[in-house]
C-alpha cells in the first residue's frame, strides 16, 4: 500500500518555472514505478513522465520533453517534476502515480494516485 501526497503547485507566469512534489508513505517506495499525469478542465487525464523504481530510466510526453525533469529520491520518499519553460497550456491540476512493474503511460495501469495539485501559467 502506497499512500501518495503531492505538493508545491501554485501560479506562475509563462516561460517560468516550478517544481512540483509528491511523498509516499511506506517502506516500499523504491520498488514502485513513478509517473506524474495531469488534467485540465473538460480533458481527459494524460500522461506527463515517469520514472523507474531506481531512476535508471524516464520517459516523457513530447508535449514536455526538454522542459520538464521527473527525478526522485529514494531516501526521502519523494518524487520531482521540475518544470520550465511553462506554457499556458501546462495549466492542469497534476497528479503522481505509483505501480510496481516498469513504466508507463496509461492511467489504468496504476494502482494509487495521489489527490492532485494545481498548476496555473498566466499568460
Known amino acids: 500500500q502506497v499512500q501518495l501526497v503531492e505538493s508545491g503547485g501554485g501560479l506562475v507566469q509563462a516561460g517560468g518555472s516550478l517544481r512540483v512534489s509528491c511523498a509516499a508513505s511506506?517502506?516500499?517506495?523504491?520498488?514502485?514505478?513513478m509517473a506524474w499525469f495531469r488534467q485540465a478542465p473538460g480533458k481527459e487525464r494524460e500522461f506527463v513522465a515517469a520514472i523507474t523504481y531506481n531512476g535508471g530510466s524516464t520517459d516523457y510526453a513530447d508535449s514536455v520533453k526538454g522542459r520538464f525533469t521527473i527525478s526522485r529520491d529514494n531516501n526521502k520518499n519523494t518524487v520531482y517534476l521540475q518544470m520550465g519553460s511553462l506554457k499556458p497550456e501546462d495549466t492542469a491540476v497534476y497528479y503522481c502515480a505509483a505501480r510496481l512493474g516498469g513504466i508507463m503511460r496509461v492511467t489504468t495501469r496504476y494502482n494509487y494516485w495521489g489527490q492532485g495539485t494545481q498548476v496555473t501559467v498566466s499568460s
Open positions: 511506506g517502506r516500499t517506495f523504491s520498488s514502485y514505478a
